[in-house]
């Protein structure tokens, strides 16, 4: 597989598919691990590191779950083709960053992904489209089980899997669900939610995981700690805040229909006509009227346009997907342009 192979290929998590979709987006489990007797990343050499990469290759290629993956070395992929691995979620900002002796495993149908001298050795993520938090974690623990067999994790019995950052130490498991709270935002009660999540020992990040606000009325929740804590005990605490915040987010989106239908209505049609007829617009833009018609496909006021094409709009719309479409660098006012094309194209042919 290569990369290009992926544009034309939708992730799993993006499918619109699975318990609660018309509000959670995709569920995430992902699990930290380091190897025995070598350092973590910021501390290891050059050899090192090399050797970790050539250790988790080898040992990948022998997990049934993974033998149809592609290990793609980031040193030798060039910025626009890094980027475009960090918009379709398969690894972290962080990991696009001084990319010398690091490599990301990508499963075929983009399920599964390792990330290799991240800030662990290892950080194996899999994402599923919709509330799938239990299904998601028996998934990965088999991947997991399985390494374990062929490698030599880092790990102490009073203490777990030893990770580079103490707060995922233990389990080394964190838990994420990706939200689309619209009601919540425009009710203005969103400042309270995110409030009370804090208290809790969760942690709200934006679309694109740590170091990101969040944009479009998305909201990534996730566990802050796992020393301490079992995976079940772990998923059942998220579960739980998590259910409260789609009853909340239904609750919200019923008092709007009730109280303000024609005003909702106004709004979302008035964002499809722009995204429809727009020759210029910015990434910015697109994912809020995207939000909107979102929003509006979800409580049946849009027909005829599938969660999953809306979905897939707010990652082909991303400046490296956009540069990728047409295999060559673009300015910004050139993005603007072709996004306001692509989306075009993509909502007048529905």
Not at 15 to 40: C, E, M, Q
Not at 57 to 68: D, I, Q
Not at 112 to 137: P, T, Y
Not at 305 to 312: G, K, L, M, Y
């Amino acid at each position: 597989m290569q990369i290009n192979d992926l544009l034309n290929h939708t992730s799993e998590w993006l499918k619109g598919t699975g318990p609660n979709s018309d509000i959670v987006i995709s569920s995430r489990i992902r699990l930290a691990r380091n190897l025995n007797k070598i350092p973590f990343p910021h501390w290891a050499d050059k050899g090192q590191l090399d050797e970790v990469v050539n250790t988790v290759s080898a040992a990948v290629a022998k997990v049934s779950l993974l033998k149809k993956s592609t290990l793609f070395e980031l040193a030798k992929l060039d910025s626009i083709d890094k980027q475009f691995l960090v918009e379709r979620h398969l690894m972290s900002i962080e990991h696009a960053q001084k990319t010398e002796h690091k490599a990301v495993l990508v499963s075929e149908e983009e399920i599964i992904s390792v990330m290799i001298n991240e800030e662990d050795h290892l950080r194996i993520q899999l994402m599923q489209s919709g509330f799938n938090l239990f299904e998601a974690w028996n998934i990965i623990n088999a991947v997991d089980d399985d390494l374990a067999k062929l490698l030599d994790y880092a790990f102490l019995p009073d203490f777990g899997y030893l990770t580079a950052c103490p707060t995922n130490t233990g389990t080394g498991m964190r838990g994420s669900v990706m939200l689309h709270l619209p009601a919540l935002v425009m009710s203005r009660q969103i400042e309270r939610v995110l409030a009370a999540i804090a208290k809790l020992s969760f942690t709200t990040r934006g679309l694109y995981g740590e170091g990101t606000q969040a944009s479009g009325n998305f909201f990534q929740i996730s566990n802050q700690v796992s020393l301490g804590h079992s995976e079940n005990e772990i998923i059942e605490n998220i579960n739980g805040l998590i259910r409260q915040i789609i009853e909340q987010e239904t609750q919200a989106r019923e008092i709007m229909l009730s109280k303000s239908k024609e005003v909702l209505e106004d709004r979302i049609n008035r964002s499809l006509g722009i995204l429809k007829s727009a020759r210029i617009i910015t990434s910015q833009e697109t994912i809020e009227l995207l939000s909107m018609i979102r929003l509006g496909s979800d409580l049946g006021m849009i027909r005829g346009i599938d969660r999953r094409i809306i979905n897939e709009l707010f990652i082909t719309t991303q400046p490296a997907h956009l540069q990728k479409l047409e295999n060559k660098k673009l300015s910004s006012q050139d993005r603007d342009l072709k996004r306001a094309e692509l989306i075009r194209n993509k909502l007048n042919l529905i």
